[in-house]
């Protein structure tokens, strides 16, 4: 798990980077398309949608931007036609790799995914070869600032989270998908400032990398991310707080 959180971070300080280049926004746009067109355009009633749009919010998304998703999204208004496709596949050292996209285009997508994979020292794999190391987790994170595990496990656990752990700089906060929001709502309610809050992959176990081996999955984890067509990487690597610093 520690792994996860320590990548999980990383990515947040590689985010706001994406978002001064301007990906974040392409990202999230498709993220409330597919949202609005798999559970309609009312965010009361689309939780992945009313995360999508928070999502869009945090990142400074102007409103019509994220209405013109929406729309795009229920058919209101056209535009180009996306789908959702996973595709799994292994890194350095056997690392498991999950890369979710959100393309027009399948051929190209699954090009550029493996040319990636198999430029820096791995290869995509059949479907299902890993997605079973992984279990969808909503995670919530809270920076520590002065507040001791009991207070924030106090409130989380009363709210339906499931489990509480304490890494460097947080506290990561686990549920179950559906409860996400509700545990979120009442971390706030109580004062707790939230960094991240997030539907995300949460592998079994971890492969522990050194060296250059760490590095090389550091890439190619880094290379499938800036890809237009994908949403989000998740791998079962672990590596050390110094590698992950030098990458940041």
Same mark, same amino acid.
């Given at each position: ?76 208004? *056209? ?18 790799? +999950?890369?979710? &996209? ?21 290869? +995509?794999?059949?479907?299902? &070869? ?18 001791? *595990?009991?207070?924030?496990? *106090? ?37 707790? *400032? ?28 880094? +290379? ?25």
């Amino acid at each position: 798990m520690s792994g996860h959180s320590k990548w999980h971070n990383i990515r947040l300080k590689k985010g706001k980077m994406d978002a001064e280049r301007g990906k974040v926004f392409t990202k999230v746009s498709r993220e409330i398309i597919l949202a609005a067109r798999s559970g309609g355009g009312n965010p009361d009633a689309n939780l992945r949608l009313r995360m999508a749009i928070q999502k869009a919010r945090e990142n400074s998304m102007p409103q019509d931007r994220i209405k013109s998703a929406i729309q795009r999204g229920t058919g209101e208004i *056209e535009g180009a036609v996306f789908e959702e496709v996973t595709y799994e596949g292994y890194g350095p050292s056997g690392v498991a790799v +999950l890369v979710e &996209c959100a393309t027009d285009n399948r051929n190209r997508t699954v090009a550029e995914v493996r040319s990636l994979f198999s430029k820096n020292g791995g290869n +995509l794999g059949e479907s299902g &070869c890993v997605n079973w190391l992984f279990t969808s987790r909503g995670m919530i994170s809270v920076p520590k600032n002065g507040r001791t *595990e009991d207070d924030v496990m *106090e409130v989380a656990l009363d709210a339906g989270a499931d489990d509480v752990r304490t890494e460097e700089e947080t506290y990561d906060i686990y549920t179950e998908p559906e409860d996400l929001t509700t545990v979120k709502d009442a971390l706030e309610h109580a004062g707790l *400032e939230i960094t991240s809050a997030e539907v995300t992959m949460i592998p079994s176990t971890t492969v522990k990398l050194e060296g250059k081996i760490a590095q090389q999955m550091l890439r190619l984890i880094d +290379l499938l991310d800036n890809l237009d067509d994908v949403q989000n990487v998740h791998a079962n690597f672990d590596v050390d707080e110094s590698v992950l610093a030098a990458l940041s």
